[in-house]
């Protein structure tokens, strides 16, 4: 049987992973040790604003520290978002269709203003 962890031992897990004590994770949170005490013990319930906080200052996935799915690094690798070239076409797009327009030549839809 594999025990099931808490959204408090995840803090706790997560503060450690981090090689934080209570006082460098307080003064990170602006908060005490006390309060980062009490969060880890359950004895005050964490908000979502300081999951996400802990989250950041610890640097370790959100959802992992708010559900248990994910892992302390980040997602699952199958939730990476694909590496893209940043000059890659859209699909469907071909920049050899575009058609170009000459601008130097008078058309029907503009009119021709003389300089006053």
């Known amino acids: 049987m594999v025990p099931q962890w808490t959204v408090q031992d995840r803090m706790r ?11 460098d994770l307080g003064e990170r949170l602006d908060t005490s040790s006390k309060v980062i005490g009490n969060l880890e013990r359950g004895t005050t319930p964490a908000k ?19 559900t248990g799915k994910g892992g302390p690094d980040g997602p699952p690798p199958g939730d990476k978002l694909p590496d893209l070239d940043s000059n890659q076409e859209p699909p469907g797009l071909r920049i050899g269709s ?15 203003r003389k300089a006053a």
């Open 13 to 23: 897990k997560a503060r450690e992973y981090a090689n934080l004590s209570q006082t």
């Open 48 to 66: 979502r604003h300081m999951i996400m906080a802990w989250a950041m200052a610890t640097n370790v996935d959100q959802q992992w520290l708010e």
């Open 98 to 112: 575009i058609t170009r327009v000459d601008f130097s030549r008078p058309t029907a839809n503009r009119t021709n």
